[in-house]
């Protein structure tokens, strides 16, 4: 069985190269930090890979909540598909 590890300097680093905003050793918000790694997870593994155009449902005046929110969701969900997604 073989084993590895991560090291935290050299996964910053490669991190770094692809968002210059995480290069160099200032002070980061680690919340940013977390929000762009998933960000960028999400993108890499989303398993739709032709999105289709689809327009911002608007709410109807009497439609409830809930029902918009699960449009709103379905409509979402043709366009975005990921492990992220499912796990966030």
Do not use: C
């Amino acid at each position: 069985s073989s084993s590895s590890a991560v090291y935290p300097r050299s996964f910053k680093y490669t991190v770094g190269k692809h968002a210059e905003q995480f290069m160099g050793y200032d002070q980061h918000d680690s919340q940013e930090f977390a929000t762009y790694l998933l960000d960028a997870l999400h993108e890499d593994t989303n398993r739709i890979t032709k999105k289709p155009y689809i327009e911002k449902p608007e709410q109807g005046e009497d439609e409830p909540d809930d029902v918009a929110a699960e449009k709103a969701w379905r409509l979402h969900l043709q366009r975005e598909d990921s492990r992220v997604l499912e796990n966030f």
